[in-house]
């Protein structure tokens, strides 16, 4: 079942993310500012496909595959997104727990503007 305020409610959680992976990139904090652009998308994800009315996945995986069945493959969103996914989402996992891995401050500032670009897009889908 539909939950609107709980759509409205991710879409939320997605800007309150992106706000703060813009004030992480402005302090130069690349590792923690590709954390929030990961999670404003992840948001997104999780706030189209419980716009679905279907059961949530529990997994990141899953959530990934998931919106790749149902708006990539669907042709809702363009297959771009799949790869801004899985960048996105390896860049968060290299900076949480990888010790020598380094994100530069483009490489930080291209994940931000990417989440930002996937929050257009999902505001432009609910419409």
């Given at each position: 079942?539909?939950?609107?305020?709980?759509?409205?409610?991710?879409?939320?959680?997605?800007?309150?993310?992106l706000a703060e992976?813009?004030?992480?990139?402005?302090?130069?904090?690349?590792?923690?500012?590709?954390?929030?652009?990961?999670?404003?998308?992840?948001?997104?994800?999780?706030?189209?496909?419980?716009?679905?009315?279907?059961?949530?996945?529990?997994?990141?995986?899953?959530?990934?595959?998931?919106?790749?069945?149902?708006?990539?493959?669907?042709?809702?969103?363009?297959?771009?997104?799949?790869?801004?996914?899985?960048?996105?989402?390896?860049?968060?996992?290299?900076?949480?727990?990888?010790?020598d891995f380094d994100?530069?401050?483009?490489?930080?500032?291209?994940?931000?503007?990417?989440?930002?670009?996937?929050?257009?897009?999902?505001?432009?889908?609910?419409?």
């Amino acid at each position: 079942m539909i939950n609107e305020g709980r759509i409205r409610n991710y879409l939320l959680k997605a800007k309150n993310d992106l706000a703060e992976a813009r004030l992480l990139l402005s302090a130069e904090y690349c590792d923690g500012a590709c954390n929030r652009a990961y999670y404003t998308l992840f948001d997104c994800l999780m706030l189209l496909l419980h716009s679905t009315g279907g059961p949530l996945p529990k997994t990141h995986t899953g959530t990934h595959t998931e919106f790749r069945k149902q708006f990539i493959l669907g042709g809702i969103f363009d297959r771009i997104y799949s790869n801004t996914i899985t960048e996105l989402f390896n860049l968060r996992q290299g900076g949480d727990y990888e010790i020598d891995f380094d994100i530069s401050l483009d490489d930080a500032q291209d994940a931000v503007e990417k989440a930002a670009e996937f929050v257009r897009q999902t505001e432009e889908y609910l419409r």
